[in-house]
Each structure stands twice: as C-alpha cells, then as structure tokens.
C-alpha cells in the first residue's frame, strides 16, 4: 500500500473490514461474525518510505470453496483503490486441498510426450484470420519440426473464418499423419472459449478428436469457471493462459504462478522477461519458483515462458529456469516462412542438446 506513516494503520483496518464485512464494525452486533469475520491487521511494516507492506487476516469460512469468491474475498473492493496491490496470500491447507491444484502437473505433461528430463518445447498456430487448412498445415510443419505442444493462439476461439470443431478435425487429422519425432507425436492443444456450456460443448468435440491437453483463459472465462472444467474433466490436462491476467493489481506470481496452479492449471503461460512485455527477471523467477513449489502439497504445474522469445534465448532461458519448464516460441519461429520447418527444427534440438553448467 502507499499511505504516510500517520494513516497507515487506518487505512489497513479499513481494507480489513471492507474485504470480509464491508460495513462499520460498530453496527455488527452479532458475537460471532465480530469474532470471527471480520478481517483484522496482523501486521504493517514499511518496506520503502510510503510503501507499506500489510498482512490481513480472513475467515476461510467467507471463501466457500469458491474459487470466484476467494479472489472476490483477497481483493475484490479493494482492488479498485491505485494504491493497493494484492502481493501474496497464505492459504490455509484444507482450502488448498479443497480447490486440489493440478490434476496432472508437471510429470504428466513430460510422460504424455516421453520427455523425461530435457525442457518442453510449444508453439502457437497464428496469425487471426487463417482458415483451418491452413492452420492445420502450420501444425504439421511444427510437428515434422519436433514440437511438443501446438497450441491455438489463445485469441483463436469459434470465429466464422475458423470454426473450434473445424479447426480441431483438420488440425488432428494433420498430425496423425505426422510420424512421431524423438519417440513421441506432437500433441495438439485447442482453446477453448465461450460461456461454460460452450467450453463443455469443446471439450467432447476434442475429447471425440484424441485431444488430452486444452488451454484456457482463465481471468476471460472467469476461475470458477476454469476450477469446474478441471474438476469434471480429471481426463484433461489444462495450460492457463495469463490473458487479462495482468488488468487488476495482482502480483503476478500469486495470480499466475499459485492461483491458477491451485486452481488446476498444470502449465501456466507468462510473459519472459526480456521480451515485448515488461516483467523483470526477479518476477519471473518467483512466478516459476510459485509453480513448480512441492511445499504445499500440490503436484507442481510447469512453468512456460513465452511473449515474443527467439531461438538465440533458449540457452539463456534454459540456464535460468532449468529444464522443468517448457519454452513457447511462436511468431519467431513463423518469421521464417517457407523455411518454418528448419527453424522449428532448430528450436527443438537446440533445447534437446542443452546441457546445464
């Protein structure tokens, strides 16, 4: 929070009481909800001259296990005051073990392409606007390339010039006829999009076409949406896409890297530093470090760095994220045109050859 000194300790009361009461604590008469509701300051200390870093204590009882209300709960109001930024959260373990994180995580999505021990590799069928043939023929050029993951760009949804059940035929139907690369097919991976009947309408078309693997936008299809097609389809792994992600004043690792984890997103997309968005290294790292973290008893989600990264920064990636990641580079790789299967091909072995130290 930025506050002076003078008011700090006034204004962490009023963001305790307006994210669990929102109401003066002077007319709750009822024992319990003023015992056991209302937010209260744990702690204030000031990081910065006017920066102030405030811990809040809240009921898990307000939650529900509601993924939609816990992040109404951690900053709902608050969050349309500037000078307030959600940081972190502490989440008690039975809430964690309620929402029940990755149904796959990291692990699964290596076996699923028999890689092991070396770093994933992902790219993104795109621009807007090509026809499903097109976007089929792009994905077994990927393939013959050695991808891992082809997935949609995520502003692909069910426009007219690409329909979702079109795409997805003629974008599977591609790679079968793909032998497989390194011991192992590419896997295709659509995105779904919609209100959350149409997502479950997507699903049994992919699920029909052999697909295993979607991505969702989890702050456009709103979390409890994306938590309810994670619980009902324990088949599915699902790669959270950060589209939105950064609108509200959320700290990045919490959103990214542990919400949408907890949730049950077993890869997360984030921009990398260095590339066309602004993320620092230091945010970067705590974003992975929050993804793949096995202290809290979840199956650890893999990290993929993505957001306008080239070939030349994959051993620099590789070095700083180690190999439980996978690296998603698209438009670079489609700069190159009629010579798309070659530079995807230097992509992927580039990233087999890596060696650490």
Known sequence: MRSDAQSIEARARTIAVEQSVEMPVAAVSDDFVRDQIVGRVETIAEKQPGIFEVRIALAIETVGNDAGQLINMLFGNTSLHEDVMLHDVELPSELRESFGGPRHGADELRRRVGASARALTCSALKPQGLAPKALADLARRFAQGGIDYIKDDH???DQAYAPFAERVEAITA????????????ALYVPSLSGDLDTMR????????A???????APMIVGLANFHRLVRDNPTLAFIAHPSMAGAARIAPPLLIGKLFRMLGADAVVFPNHGGRFGYSADTCRALAREARDKRDGLRPALPVPAGGMTVARV??????????VMLLIGGALLEAGERLLEATAAFTAEVRRYRSG
């Open 210 to 216: 052999g697909v295993d693997t979607v991505m969702v």
């Open 315 to 324: 051993g620099e990636m590789l070095d700083f994220y180690g190999t439980d």
């Open 201 to 208: 309408r997507q699903i049994a078309i992919a699920t029909q």
């Open 155 to 157: 502003g692909l949804a």
């Open 174 to 185: 591609a790679l079968r006829g793909v032998g497989p690369t390194d011991g192992q097919a």
